[in-house]
């Protein structure tokens, strides 16, 4: 069943990708709404990197639909694809912050990519943007200058830098220190109200989901094991879920046999 509503900024229907003849994403529905941050969890090998590049149009799925702003991008030619993703900002896990820039010239990077504005403008909005990210003052450094904490802020100020209606971000404290964590988690939640921007965030840190999120979907070996609020999910009673937030180890048995069959059978479905 379709999980599109009209106020959804974001509609996956039936979504399947593969990697070879692997089954990575097995029939994903979710909608994710205008204004709210959305948390996708999982364990490791769940799904959650898979499906944020396909809602990126990074991946192409083998089937299904991702809506986002009202067009299919598993339809749209590339021309289409590139005007949607200027309205969309994201902050990869390690940065990506070019190393032969400074900090200044790579936020300012998309401004002169993607616009026609005059360069005392371009610097004006790219310091804005580190002013709101507490990086005033630094914008003449390199890279490898800045600390982990404030590589992550760099990088969330190019995010930001066009006023994207939509934010993702691939874990967004991974690799930072408990302190630092929670300022980012803060800094967030301060540019979801300030922008008025739809935030989608793939983590594994529960701490900072619980923190952060309006609702959170958890994956579980490629399918969408629920979608609700923090409390709903803190009291959901399936057992994976139960697993994942008390870090109870699970000890399965795969049977091969059956493994296979499944894939196969996912692979033929996707082609009908």
């Known amino acids: 069943m379709s999980s599109a509503t009209a106020e959804n900024i974001i509609e996956v229907e039936n979504l399947v990708?593969?990697?070879?003849?692997?089954?990575?994403l097995n029939g994903i529905n979710l909608g994710i709404r205008t204004g709210?941050?959305?948390?996708?969890?999982?364990?490791?090998?769940?799904?959650?990197?898979t499906l944020?590049?396909?809602l990126l149009g990074l991946n192409k799925p083998s089937s299904g639909s991702i809506h986002i702003l009202g067009q299919d991008i598993t339809k749209i030619n590339k021309r289409e694809l590139y005007a949607l993703r200027r309205k969309m900002g994201v902050a990869f896990q390690g940065g990506a912050l070019l190393g032969s820039m400074s900090v200044?010239?790579?936020?300012?990077?998309?401004?002169?990519?993607?616009?026609?504005?005059?360069?005392?403008t371009i610097h004006i909005m790219?310091?804005?943007?580190?002013?709101?990210?507490?990086?005033?003052?630094?914008e003449d450094l390199m890279p490898s200058e800045l600390s982990g904490g404030m590589?992550?802020?760099?990088?969330?100020?190019?995010?930001i830098v066009m006023d994207p209606a939509m934010l993702f971000f691939d874990e967004p404290s991974a690799g930072l220190d408990p302190v630092v964590s929670a300022e980012l988690d803060e800094l967030i939640l301060r540019l979801k109200e300030a922008m008025n921007v739809t935030i989608v965030v793939v983590t594994h840190?529960?701490?900072?989901?619980?923190?952060?999120?309006?609702?959170?979907?958890?994956?579980?070996?490629?399918?969408?094991l629920m979608t609700g609020t923090v409390d709903e999910v803190r009291n959901s009673d399936n057992e994976v879920i139960q697993d994942m937030l008390n870090r109870r180890a699970r000890d399965e048995t795969v049977n091969a046999d059956e493994y296979l069959a499944r894939l196969t059978a996912a692979r033929r479905q996707s082609r009908v």
């Open 126 to 138: 790219s310091r804005m943007k580190l002013e709101v990210v507490n990086l005033a003052g630094f």
């Open 17 to 24: 990708a593969h990697y070879g003849d692997r089954v990575i």
């Open 36 to 49: 709210e941050i959305m948390v996708i969890m999982g364990g490791s090998g769940s799904g959650k990197t």
């Open 104 to 120: 200044a010239d790579n936020i300012e990077l998309p401004l002169r990519q993607h616009t026609r504005l005059d360069d005392s």
């Open 52 to 54: 944020m590049r396909n």
């Open 205 to 224: 840190e529960l701490e900072s989901a619980f923190k952060i999120a309006d609702r959170i979907t958890v994956l579980g070996q490629g399918s969408v």
């Open 151 to 159: 590589l992550k802020r760099a990088a969330l100020a190019r995010s």
